[in-house]
């Protein structure tokens, strides 16, 4: 594994339920994001967080909520989702250090909307 | 939004020969280049980053960079059964945000 633990590795959930995924990072880095991972498409950046600022939203709906409470962790609370909203979500980390921006990823949470 | 492009694939060769995966991207200001490798069911593992033009080489793995020609490509030498993967290629946009490509399905025939 890279440094990057995310939980829960596996979530099944209802449209009306309200859930949270736990990222957290062990490498010592400055920036973290979200990404999301759907079938036969490119990963989607969601959030990025620089210094635990908020520094990029990709357009995300509301229903899908970041918390980066400190460098070494990040949260993404969920509610009221879509069945389209069925995914591997992604967490990963980077170091800021000129122009190396090499991101280091979790192991996902599989997520399935019922 | 940039765009990087990979062929979808599989490609497929056999034990022991040079795979090339191929990567363009659409964006000329574009300053660091990397290459990922995910197995199915898991998630993705940083293999090589590239940030000049010429090549890089890390064990089997060769990154060539061209960037006149907005071309990012990666070799991999002797390849094995356990090379068999997709193969992300991704692009920096601007500061750390980075565009990935679809990825190119490799199968690797023992």
């Known amino acids: 594994e890279t440094g990057v633990t995310q939980t829960p590795r596996h979530l099944v959930m209802g449209m009306t339920n309200k859930k949270s995924l736990k990222c957290e990072q062990h490498?010592?880095?400055?920036?973290m994001y979200w990404y999301k991972q759907s079938a036969k498409k490119p990963l989607e950046l969601m959030f990025v967080y620089n210094f635990k600022e908020q520094t990029e939203n990709n357009s995300v709906p509301s229903r899908f909520s970041p918390e980066c409470p400190n460098s070494s962790h990040l949260f993404l609370h969920l509610h009221t989702l879509q069945p389209e909203d069925s995914a591997l979500y992604l967490c990963?980390?980077?170091?800021?250090?000129?122009?190396?921006?090499?991101?280091?990823f979790g192991p996902g949470t599989r997520l399935t909307v019922t | 939004q940039k765009e990087v492009e990979q062929n979808s694939g599989p490609l497929s060769v056999p034990e022991g020969a040079i795979a090339s995966l191929n990567c363009t991207y659409s964006?000329?200001?574009?300053?660091?280049f990397f290459w990922y490798r995910q197995y199915s069911g898991k998630s993705p593992e940083l293999i090589m980053s590239i940030y000049s033009n010429g090549d890089k080489e890390d064990g089997r793995f060769t990154a060539q960079l061209n960037k006149a020609s907005q071309y990012v490509s990666l070799l991999i030498r002797d390849s094995q059964p356990s090379d068999s993967a997709t193969y992300l290629c991704?692009?920096?946009?601007?500061?750390?945000?980075?565009?990935f490509g679809a990825g190119t399905i490799l199968r690797v025939k023992s």
């Open positions: 490498l010592g880095h400055n920036a």
């Open positions: 990963a980390s980077s170091q800021e250090s000129g122009q190396t921006y090499e991101q280091y």
């Open positions: 991704a692009v920096n946009d601007y500061g750390n945000k980075l565009v």
């Open positions: 964006d000329r200001v574009s300053q660091s």
